[in-house]
């Protein structure tokens, strides 16, 4: 891709999202605070909040007296611009989620989907039929919704090979589905998801380079470096779960061996336990989050041995895997999300912290921090939600969006 020259207006719009990211933390902010916030300029403040004003985007909440009597104004995101639906289209559910346009849940719902079952007609249907239920409980009306993001899984997971975004052929597929949809929509994929939850709600309003890894069935990185969402030529930057952590390793779904998902998806996490103790229960529990669940109640001492050794190693592979990215993007900080993140992650980020300090290069990880990330609920959801809201402010034209335009 070309480098592109950064323009008066490419600043400007993000001056806009850096005040709109500053809002939507703060709740409320006075246009002082605001600037102090972003540290822009008073009258840069003045001209972003004007605009945002115009555009029905933001709205003014209050009056309050100041100190010397004059009365400050309040700003605050207009939840009733509209309606914004998030979309998460995974391999046993699709769930869509609706936001009002200050990005507060409203309500949302879930079809279940059978994972044997993915031609793209079939996925099409239940993104559809999840919307609409949504809307409906939601008590929002088409007319209503100022955008749709839809989150589908892309890269080396398992449905490129038959469903919505096979490479040759993804316009086709996406085209049907806007038909379908009806409505002004923007397709990503999970882990741009994430990291975008995490720039507008969770650490990554305070850091510039970092990472989000996903722990799920499948895993994965969000890297946002330098400010900005690493997407690569395809869209595809981030699958770290299918980067190399044992020569020869443990098969992997994707046909590889020795993925790092492999080691600390979930299913692997239970194959290292079988591989240390057969015979334990828990090693026979078929459901991956049932089993995710199961082990971290079972970490409370005083626990069996053998689960302790499987943190024990788990944290190790993990440490070892984010040592690796370390030393690619030396990032400031490393959020880990996702249900296994929310079961074990207290339990694995102290080990996990050792490792990367003993094998990231140099000081590389001597500032890092490695935490469990504060966005709860569906961040894939949430963070397709506002790539749909950045995507309409683009097409106000009131930001430039960061989302690539093709798609
Ligand atoms: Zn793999």
Redesign the pocket.
């Known amino acids: 891709m070309a480098v592109t020259r950064r323009t008066s207006r490419d600043i400007r719009s993000e001056s806009r999202l850096d005040v709109l990211h500053a809002l939507l933390a703060a709740g409320e902010a006075s246009r002082g605070d605001l600037a102090a916030e972003t540290g822009l300029s008073n009258a840069t403040v003045a001209t972003v909040v004007s605009d945002l004003l115009e555009g029905g985007i933001v709205t003014e909440a209050r009056r309050t007296g100041g100190r010397i009597g004059r009365p400050t104004t309040t700003l605050r995101l207009n939840g009733n611009r509209g309606r914004i639906v998030g979309v998460d289209v995974a391999e046993t559910y699709v769930r869509a989620t609706v936001f009002d346009s200050a990005l507060d849940e409203l309500a949302s719902a879930e079809v279940a989907t059978d994972e044997h079952h993915d031609e793209y007609d079939y996925v099409i249907d239940g993104i559809v039929r999840a919307l609409d239920a949504s809307l409906e409980n939601a008590h929002a009306d088409r007319d209503d919704v100022l955008g749709v993001g839809i989150s589908l899984p892309g890269g080396?997971q398992r449905w490129t090979e038959v469903s919505v975004v096979v490479p040759n052929a993804p316009w086709l597929h996406v085209d049907r589905l806007r038909e379908r949809i009806g409505l002004p929509m923007v397709v990503d994929n999970p882990l741009k998801a994430i990291a975008t939850a995490e720039l507008w709600f969770g650490a990554g309003r305070r850091h510039k380079s970092m990472i989000t890894v996903n722990l799920g069935t499948g895993v994965g990185a969000g890297i946002v470096l330098e400010g900005t969402i690493l997407r690569g030529a395809q869209n595809g930057a981030g699958e770290w779960?299918?980067s190399l952590l044992a020569l020869d390793g443990r098969g992997?779904?994707?046909g590889?061996k020795g993925?790092v998902?492999?080691y600390v998806g979930a299913a692997g996490i239970q194959q290292t336990l079988a591989a240390i103790a057969p015979e334990h229960p828990l090693a026979s529990v078929p459901m991956q989050r049932e089993f995710i669940g199961a082990l971290a109640a079972a970490l409370e001492p005083p626990a069996h041995p053998a689960l302790t050794e499987t943190l024990e190693l788990t944290a190790r592979y993990l440490g070892s895997a984010i040592a690796d990215l370390c030393a690619i993007v030396n990032p400031e900080m490393i959020t880990l999300t996702g249900w296994t993140a929310w079961a074990l992650g207290d339990h694995l980020i102290p080990a996990v912290r050792r490792r990367v300090l003993e094998e990231a290069p140099g000081d590389s990880a001597a500032d890092l921090a490695i935490e469990v990330s504060t966005v709860r609920g569906n961040s894939v959801a949430t963070g397709i939600a506002t790539i749909a809201l950045e995507r309409f402010l683009g097409d106000v034209g009131l930001v430039t969006t960061r989302v690539p335009t093709a798609i």
């Open positions: 080396m779960g299918h992997c779904r994707c590889r993925c998902e492999a």
